[in-house]
């Protein structure tokens, strides 16, 4: 457990509409991810972030912005929500256990784009 | 392009009986290879990275190995609580810029169901 809470952890909308997730973490981790999973495709990285307000594109970020003013604090904004962001969205941190280096994933927000 | 194969898609055993998850993948330049467990409606749990060829991890009945084109998740005497989707993952090296964002690439897991 790496201290990471997300929210909301569900969440409908309507097309069009802008939503933003938050992940927030306890522990100082410079890296940050956003994933998305869905059947078929498995997860996918969406955002990353190395350090407060640096961030840089996935393999699926079109639709998608993030932000990182604060260590703690990695959103991720949908714009304008569209049906084919209908998914479940994890956050996840990057951190070394001993000689283990490994990504720790939040408990995951389900989002249904109407 | 990094990808990753897991086979089988889905995977049934009887209480006790061992087997083995398979991980095929093909990445440019190896970091580490992740396995994850995820249960229904929670995010992946963390089970073991292996970093090199001839690797071995071991978490009370999973064992873990590794060579330069596959990675086995053992899997022995389990039991139900052991049902669960099992994720393999691939993390390539640090960019050409030096910024290591440590990208995993998955692959679309392995269910297995345990029956008592």
């Known amino acids: 457990d790496a201290g990471i809470t997300q929210s909301p952890r569900h969440k409908v909308t309507e097309t069009g509409t802008p939503v933003t997730l938050r992940c927030h973490q306890t522990?100082?981790?410079?890296?940050m991810y956003w994933y998305r999973q869905d059947p078929g495709h498995g997860l996918r990285l969406i955002h990353y972030?190395?350090?407060?307000?640096?961030?840089d594109k996935g393999e699926v970020s079109d639709g998608y912005s993030v932000s990182r003013s604060k260590t703690e604090d990695f959103l991720l904004t949908l714009e304008s929500a569209t049906s084919s962001q209908t998914s479940v969205y994890f956050c996840?941190?990057?951190?070394?256990?001993?000689?283990?280096?490994?990504?720790?994933f939040g408990p995951g927000t389900r989002l249904l784009v109407l | 392009e990094d990808q990753v194969t897991q086979s089988p898609e889905a995977l049934r055993l009887q209480e006790g009986e061992s087997s083995s998850l398979n991980c095929s993948y093909t990445?440019?330049?190896?970091?580490?290879l992740f396995w994850y467990r995820q249960d229904p409606g929670k995010g992946p749990e963390f089970l073991f990275t292996?970093?090199?060829a001839g690797e071995e991890k071991e978490k009370e009945r999973l064992k873990a190995t590794l060579t330069k084109k596959e990675s086995f998740l053992h899997i022995t005497a389990p039991k139900p609580e052991d049902s669960a989707t099992y994720l393999c993952?691939?993390?390539?090296?640090?960019?050409?810029?030096?910024?290591?964002?440590?990208?995993?690439?998955f692959g679309q897991g392995t269910i297995l169901t345990v029956h008592p």
């Open positions: 996840a941190i990057s951190a070394w256990r001993g000689t283990q280096e490994t990504q720790y």
């Open positions: 522990e100082n981790h410079r890296y």
């Open positions: 972030s190395y350090g407060v307000k640096d961030t």
């Open positions: 990445v440019s330049g190896l970091r580490g």
């Open positions: 292996l970093y090199s």
């Open positions: 993952a691939v993390q390539a090296p640090k960019n050409a810029g030096g910024t290591s964002y440590g990208k995993l690439t």
